[in-house]
């Protein structure tokens, strides 16, 4: 029923070590986004996939890393975490690049 | 020119009264005008858009004012309610037509 899923809701993890965020819709979308929230609520775009196609690629450390396996589905693997990646991480999709943008509730990653 | 500021950073108003926020842009290849709503906890969703051809735009209690020529827009909220407490981003397409460009937030809180 959900548009829009991410797992884990919340992630606590060590410095160092490298975790994974996973992000499904069941929208029939083409375009799909990866958002950083930090502590003060502002919004930075880091990825969209458009087709599986990468269209947005912000500059964000290369230790982020996203996959789009597929239209549906769209992860963010995250390499060495270190304690300023401690953020919200919204996914979301659009019907495409530029449509209505349709978030997740968020994976809240806490980096220790 | 690829910003879009937004203000105030808060704003407290009493139950019933009128909220405005604020946001102004620089590049007029923007065509595009949303203001998302982010309540506690949960990621932003659509709440009203505009595009350039259209000076205002009402949608219930909620009210988009376009000032082309001054490149500014706001998001008026008549009567407001308890409910409306969340934080409010305006955004703008980018002239690239793919890439949403986001206002830094406001927090709206209205007291009972």
């Known amino acids: 029923d959900t548009a829009v899923s991410q797992t884990p809701k919340y992630l606590v993890t060590q410095m160092g070590n490298d975790k994974s965020i996973k992000c499904e819709q069941n929208?029939?979308?083409?375009?799909m986004y990866w958002y950083k929230q930090d502590s003060k609520k502002f919004l930075k775009i880091m990825f969209s996939y458009n087709n599986k196609e990468l269209i947005i690629n912000e500059t964000v450390p290369n230790r982020f890393s996203p996959k789009s396996p597929d239209k549906a589905h769209l992860n963010l693997h995250i390499n060495s975490l270190e304690l300023g990646d401690s953020a919200v991480y919204f996914c979301a999709s659009s019907r495409g690049p530029g449509g209505t943008q349709y978030f997740g509730p968020g994976t809240r990653l806490l980096v220790l | 020119q690829q910003q879009v500021k937004q203000s105030p950073q808060s704003l407290i108003v009493q139950k019933g009264g009128i909220s405005i926020i604020n946001c102004a842009y620089e590049?007029?290849?923007?065509?595009?005008f949303p203001w998302y709503q982010q309540f506690p906890g949960k990621g932003p969703a659509l709440l009203i858009a505009i595009r350039p051809d259209v000076s205002e735009k009402k949608e219930g209690r909620f009210t988009i004012s376009f000032n082309k020529s001054a490149k500014q827009f706001s998001l008026h909220i008549m009567d407001s309610q308890p409910g409306d407490s969340a934080t409010y981003f305006c955004?703008?397409?980018?002239?690239?037509?793919?890439?949403?460009?986001w206002g830094a937030g406001t927090k709206l809180i209205i007291k009972p």
């Open positions: 590049n007029t290849a923007f065509d595009y």
């Open positions: 955004a703008a397409l980018g002239d690239s037509n793919y890439q949403l460009i």
């Open positions: 929208l029939g979308h083409d375009t």
